[in-house]
């Protein structure tokens, strides 16, 4: 059996009680200043309310590279599922005032604990490197605006021009392994909201009316089009239509209709393709039920594409392989899901290099694979049911944070900026 240190278990508490107390965007303020008062301890400057409740902590040890290592903060309106004892049952006044549940449904929480380990472990070993490390918690990964935020609010300001940014994500593979690739490794993502308009009246005189969830429904159907019909085969596109909304009264036929509609591409001209199509249909489709006016699309957010820069990933591999065994590092195939981490590094013009890391228990995980069951026994990011396992998942992270961050921080004979 595996001894666990006493900063483990410190962590592995620190994990639990954020996952406990979930916050949505812009809301993170008890995590924030939990991570705040983990940076003060370990010695960093420390900045809050960057970006609205961003964290920025440097731990300035003379001449060197500066390293960035950040982590995302916020939780999703998710009803926890997981059975846990430090499930989240709590909730919070969404975007819109209404009461939702919250929950930790991505491993933002992981993200905070594992870089709060790294920050305390770098600093206590400040003899063996050389340079300035950041330590960024971020706000509002989830809606696309955290990264954004702390930039237009001066991050750079802070903490100048970075010579690498450096991130990871859990995801629903064996704990303790890292996966890692250059390039594309997560895909842009448009989410756009569109107001359908109708003619309300009684439920059983419709021919006075133009129903606008007979024009919703058809809107949808046809926007299973736009992917299966205008692109090829050969690039890779999602369009999900996740919400719609109309009505009040199951004998009232309603006056508009919403849809929110999430779209994901990895290429200018495959975005271009599916936000055209969306408007296209839309419009077509509301002419086509005699709507009294056009749908208004309104978007929601927007996030780029994730890539990694060549060199940079090269460098953090060979690190990672040679300090966790090559066995444990492995590649990282493009996923479609999206992050908003690469807006840091392009506002800087640094390199940037983002890696996967393993959280879900590796006997189940293999079982389901032999079983053939992985999407039902082995629950994905947003499920309610996603719960990464703390060991060996926490030290892990811990551990390739720090080992990421020391590929360009330890002390070298050369230039320690040169790869």
């Not at 360009?408 to 050369?414: G, S």
């Amino acid at each position: 059996m595996t001894t666990r240190t006493a900063a483990e278990d410190d962590l592995a508490d620190l994990y639990r009680d954020l996952h406990r107390h979930p916050e949505l965007p812009f809301r993170e303020k008890r995590t924030a200043g939990l991570a705040a008062a983990r940076l003060r301890a370990a010695g960093f400057e420390v900045r809050t309310e960057v970006g609205g409740t961003g964290v920025v902590g440097v731990l300035r040890n003379g001449d060197g590279p500066t390293v960035v290592l950040r982590a995302d903060m916020d939780a999703l309106p998710v009803s926890e599922a997981t059975g846990l004892p430090y499930a989240s049952t709590a909730t919070m006044p969404d975007a819109e005032g209404r009461q939702v549940p919250v929950m930790h449904a991505c491993g933002h929480d992981m993200h905070v604990t594992c870089l709060a380990g790294a920050a305390r472990e770098l600093a206590e070993g400040r003899d063996g490197w050389r340079g300035t490390l950041v330590a960024l918690f971020q706000p509002a990964e989830e809606i696309a605006g955290g990264a954004r935020a702390m930039v237009d609010d001066g991050l750079l300001d802070l903490i100048g021009r970075p010579d690498v940014v450096l991130g990871q994500h859990v995801f629903p593979y064996p704990a303790g392994r890292v996966l890692i690739s250059p390039g594309e490794v997560m895909a842009a993502a448009d989410s756009i909201e569109i107001r359908l308009f109708g003619r309300g009246g009684h439920g059983s005189q419709p021919e006075r009316t133009v129903d606008p969830v007979v024009l919703a429904a058809a809107t949808v159907m046809r926007l299973q089009t736009v992917v299966s019909r205008e692109v090829s085969p050969f690039e890779r596109a999602v369009l999900t239509v996740a919400q719609i909304h109309a009505g009040h009264k199951e004998n009232v036929i309603a006056g508009e209709a919403s849809l929110t509609v999430n779209l994901r591409s990895f290429s200018p001209e495959v975005r271009r393709a599916l936000l055209d199509g969306v408007e296209r249909v839309a419009r077509a489709e509301a002419q086509a039920s005699r709507a009294p006016r056009p749908p208004e699309l309104r978007t929601l957010n927007s996030f780029p594409v994730t890539s990694n820069d060549p060199g940079a990933t090269a460098r953090v591999r060979r690190a990672l392989a040679a300090r966790l065994g090559a066995e444990r590092v492995t590649d990282m195939a493009p996923l479609m899901g999206s992050e908003d981490f690469g807006v840091i590094g392009s506002a800087a013009g640094a390199p940037s290099v983002f890696w996967g890391l393993g959280c879900a228990d590796p006997e189940r995980y293999e079982r389901a694979e032999r079983e053939g069951r992985l999407t039902e026994e082995v629950p994905g990011n947003h499920s309610p049911a996603f719960a990464p396992v703390i060991f060996p998942t926490l030290p892990a992270g811990v551990e390739a944070l720090v080992t990421a961050a020391l590929a360009w921080l330890a002390p070298q004979d050369e230039d320690p900026r040169t790869p």
